[in-house]
């Protein structure tokens, strides 16, 4: 059965948006039809799906966010995650979060293949009857 998916990329750090976005696309059915919006960071990836939500049927959430000196990486990672998962629940459509935190630039490049995870997580609730 033909989905519609919205797969929004932050890419900030492009090198790993990159990563993750090519990961999650392996696990998307090319009968589906997918579009791919990029955003300058994970903050604006809730509001770009919100703007979208009646037009698909799954979403994925693909960026990086790493940690600084500042306590602004445990606002960001929280409040994305939160708005993703209100979003999913309140309009009863999956939305992957692919959204990786990591403490180093290091962890982000071995961890830039989890778009594949959340891809896989948004086909299994979609198969869900």
């Known amino acids: 059965m033909n989905k519609k998916y919205l797969i929004v990329v932050a890419d900030?750090?492009?090198?790993i948006a990159k990563g993750l976005l090519d990961s999650a696309l392996k696990l998307i059915s090319k009968s589906n039809t997918i579009k791919?919006?990029?955003v300058p960071g994970v903050f604006?990836?809730?509001?770009t799906i919100s703007k979208n939500i009646?037009?698909?049927?799954?979403?994925?959430?693909l960026g990086c966010v790493i940690k600084g000196q500042t306590p602004h990486f445990d606002?960001?990672?929280q409040a994305s995650t939160n708005a993703i998962m209100d979003l999913s629940v309140i309009n009863k459509k999956p939305i992957g979060n692919g959204i990786i935190t990591c403490l180093n630039m290091k962890q982000a490049k071995i961890r830039r293949k989890k778009g594949a995870e959340a891809a896989d997580a948004v086909n299994s609730v979609l198969s869900q009857k």
């Open 36 to 38: 791919i919006i990029k």
């Open 54 to 61: 009646k037009r698909y049927d799954a979403f994925l959430a």
């Open 75 to 77: 606002f960001i990672s």
């Open 44 to 47: 604006e990836i809730p509001v």
């Open 12 to 15: 900030y750090y492009k090198d």
